[in-house]
């Protein structure tokens, strides 16, 4: 049984930090790239951040650029989002998704790759952030 479980979430003040896990289960963790997305009720999920299944590689949206880190630990099945400096427009429920590793012509391609086209998803954790 596939399974993707997610946890740090929580309510912050602006420019605190907080740090997600999720832990996966159920497939071969190593197998997968990893991506963490967010939501807001009413809005389109919104990828955050993705990593390759090797940690070779990461991508970020504009908007977290030099305050979230992606990293994993593929021995504990885990992969992780710190996330520094937050700022009330980080609110939402954040989720980890993996998708099968494939190859690509070029980091290009992967990072616009690691948009869509996942395989499995989490149930979410939140995060709320106070002005």
């Known amino acids: 049984q596939v399974q993707l479980v997610e946890s740090g979430g929580g309510l912050v003040q602006a420019g605190d930090s907080l740090r997600l896990s999720c832990k996966a289960s159920?497939?071969?963790?190593?197998?997968?790239?990893m991506g963490w997305f967010r939501q807001v009720p009413g809005k389109e999920r919104e990828f955050v951040s993705a990593i390759r299944w090797s940690g070779s590689m990461t991508v970020y949206v504009d908007s977290v650029k030099g305050r979230f880190t992606i990293s994993r630990d593929n021995a504990k099945n885990t992969v992780y989002l710190q996330m520094n400096s937050l700022k009330p427009e980080d609110t939402a429920a954040y989720s980890c998704?993996?998708?099968?590793?494939?190859?690509?012509?070029?980091?290009?391609?992967?990072?616009?790759?690691?948009?869509?086209?996942?395989?499995?998803w989490g149930q979410g954790t939140q995060v709320t952030v106070s002005a």
């Open positions: 998704a993996a998708k099968f590793k494939r190859p690509y012509s070029s980091s290009t391609s992967w990072d616009i790759s690691m948009n869509n086209g996942y395989d499995y």
């Open positions: 159920g497939f071969t963790f190593s197998n997968y790239d």
